[in-house]
């Protein structure tokens, strides 16, 4: 086997780790809701996660297509180069991944994806797609958040008034089983979402190492070993996210948890099917968790929890790109 061909088995390997590492560090976006409100058991839930996670993972391509656009002109690297650059950014991304999930704090994967490449892009001299991350980054990191809380509020809303008379118990019954229903449509949304991330890597990876003619093809082995990676990833849990998101956020009752994650499934198909978004999972649950549960009232929500996660969010991109950009000055120094 020659130098170049390992470098293509270790990067693909390494996006895969990613795709795991993603797996679960989101688990909880799908499940958070419907394991706090008792409408399905951890392992049920994450099962059913991690099944709907694969199945998503084969709705479409267009997601991958924006990640792999997001670096270009690898023309002027050799192929171990565009390599080592590539890894670097997975290496980046998994870094705060794992960072964040041992303190329990839901930040992006996505994003930390995203920061890795932009970062290492940078600290190598590739070239940045902006418009790309603008419009298909940026502008949506902010709008999707923002569509969730204001989605989730309104659909609470409505189910208030529209279930005003009826007992409570009896209510909070029929949302329970709802809230399977709710909890698919996100575990379905997440890997239609994230799985996709992966793809795109592994794709510009292959294509960097001249192994594919084109980064707009997404070969069939690519997509079924990221659906399976993160399927596999999702099963294996994350507790401690699940936690936060699930109930230091706010103590949500099962008509608001099924208003969060029906909200947050439409916004994440729309993105990816309409928009071609990579989006932040995370970033829309938590919104619209936030949105369900400030119908029962603002001080409901524990605004100090949300601080923190906020805080989060605007940091990852930076700091997943500050590890990809050292883990590249490492790598470049002991591979070239």
């Not at 058991?41 to 059913?48: D, K, Q, S, Y």
């Not at 997440?190 to 294509?207: C, S």
Request: proline residues 3%; positive net charge.
């Amino acid at each position: 086997m020659d130098f170049a061909l390992a470098l293509v088995i270790l990067t693909v390997a390494i996006a895969l780790f990613f795709d795991y590492t993603n797996g679960f560090h989101d688990a909880a976006n799908a499940i958070a809701t419907s394991v706090s409100t008792r409408a399905l058991t951890p392992r049920v839930a994450l099962a059913m996660a991690a099944i709907l996670n694969f199945v998503g993972a084969y709705l479409g391509v267009e997601v991958a297509k924006t990640i792999a656009d997001i670096l270009t002109g690898f023309e002027g690297f050799t192929q171990t180069h565009a390599l080592v650059i590539i890894m670097s950014a997975l290496i980046g991304a998994i870094s705060w991944n794992l960072i964040t999930w041992y303190f329990g704090i839901p930040s992006s994967s996505s994003h930390a994806l995203i920061g890795g490449l932009i970062g290492v892009g940078l600290a190598a001299g590739v070239t940045v797609n902006w418009e790309k991350v603008i419009d298909k980054v940026a502008i949506p990191m902010v709008l999707s958040p923002t569509v969730g809380f204001l989605g989730a509020f309104t659909v609470m809303v409505s189910i208030m008034w529209i279930f005003r008379k009826a007992r409570p118990q009896r209510v909070n019954r029929g949302f329970r089983l709802a809230q399977t229903v709710s909890a698919a449509m996100m575990s379905l949304g997440h890997g239609l979402q994230d799985a996709q991330k992966t793809m795109g890597v592994i794709v510009l990876a292959l294509f960097a190492a001249g192994r594919l003619p084109s980064a707009d093809e997404v070969p069939v082995w690519v997509i079924v070993a990221s659906a399976t990676a993160i399927g596999l990833g999702t099963y294996s849990g994350g507790i401690r996210i699940i936690r936060t998101m699930g109930r230091r956020i706010i103590a949500l009752d099962p008509p608001r948890g099924f208003a969060a994650e029906f909200t947050a499934s439409i916004v994440l198909y729309v993105m990816a099917i309409g928009l071609h978004a990579p989006v932040s999972t995370t970033h829309t649950i938590t919104s619209s968790i936030m949105g369900a549960g400030a119908t029962k009232s603002l001080r409901a929500v524990r605004w100090g929890v949300a601080r923190s996660i906020v805080t989060a969010w605007i940091i990852t991109i930076p700091m997943a790109g500050l590890f990809g950009a050292l883990s590249y000055a490492l790598m470049h120094f002991v591979i070239e």
